[in-house]
């Protein structure tokens, strides 16, 4: 049987819910686990395309030395990204990117189109994962819950979604730092006012 592709957004939060600082730091991020012992490693084998708002680039520009001495490479994705943004930004050598603007309906259905039998993988922030909720169009949150509080920061999903609309499908913990929580998004559900 052919299993349904999904359009997940996967990040790692503080317990408070900001996926990084006011100032878009993610220091406060690395301490707390290994990305290997979450489930990205298999995730990310099935990911064809992915989005993610201009801050996200932007770190990655920023952080790309960073990057690539971690990963070997500056841009360390190999799937076609759509990169949302109004403005013109910088373009890292290599990177298998095109910058979009406006509505996500219509980059979906180029990324659908992109990742054929794969799923799509919706970076962050969390407004742009909110934008493809609003759409209709998201499937799942796969969220690691750090042992941290930031205060304030960016917003992990800056939305009013009530119960039953997410549904906890899974949880793993990952040593003292963390835990990772899977959610369904059960589309016949209820949405809350904003
Ligand atoms: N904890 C984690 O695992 C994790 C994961 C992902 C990201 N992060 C971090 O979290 C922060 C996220 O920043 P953020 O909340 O500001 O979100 P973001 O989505 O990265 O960036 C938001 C910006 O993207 C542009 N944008 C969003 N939707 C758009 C649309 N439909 N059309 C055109 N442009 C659009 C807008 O800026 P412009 O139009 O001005 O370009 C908007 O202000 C970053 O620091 C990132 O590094 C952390």
Redesign the pocket.
């Known amino acids: 049987m052919h299993t349904k592709i999904k359009t997940q957004y996967f990040?790692?939060?503080s317990l408070d819910g900001f996926?990084?600082t006011e100032n878009?730091s993610?220091d406060w991020?690395f301490p707390l686990g290994d990305l290997n012992d979450s489930s990205y490693p298999e995730f990310i084998s099935d990911v064809g395309a992915l989005a993610?708002?201009?801050?996200?680039?932007e770190?990655m520009v920023r952080n790309a030395k960073k990057v690539a001495a971690e990963t070997g490479f500056a841009w360390p994705y190999t799937q076609p990204a759509w990169i949302?943004?109004?403005?013109k930004?910088t373009m890292i050598e290599g990177a298998n990117i095109r910058f979009?603007?406006?509505?996500?309906d219509h980059a979906y259905a180029q990324m659908r189109v992109a990742a054929s039998t794969k799923n799509i993988w919706i970076?962050?922030?969390?407004?742009?994962a909110g934008?493809f909720y609003d759409a209709g169009l998201l499937d799942e949150l796969i969220i690691q819950v750090g042992s941290a509080t930031l205060g304030k920061g960016?917003?992990l999903f800056p939305r009013r979604v009530l119960s039953p609309v997410l549904r906890l499908v899974s949880v793993h913990q990952m040593g003292a730092g963390m835990a990772e929580l899977g959610y369904e998004v059960h589309k016949g559900g209820v949405s809350g006012a904003a």
């Open positions: 990040t790692a939060t996926i990084a878009d993610l991020l993610m708002g201009s801050a996200t680039y770190w949302f943004s109004s403005r930004l979009v603007n406006g509505d996500v970076v962050g922030g969390g407004d742009l934008q960016k917003p």
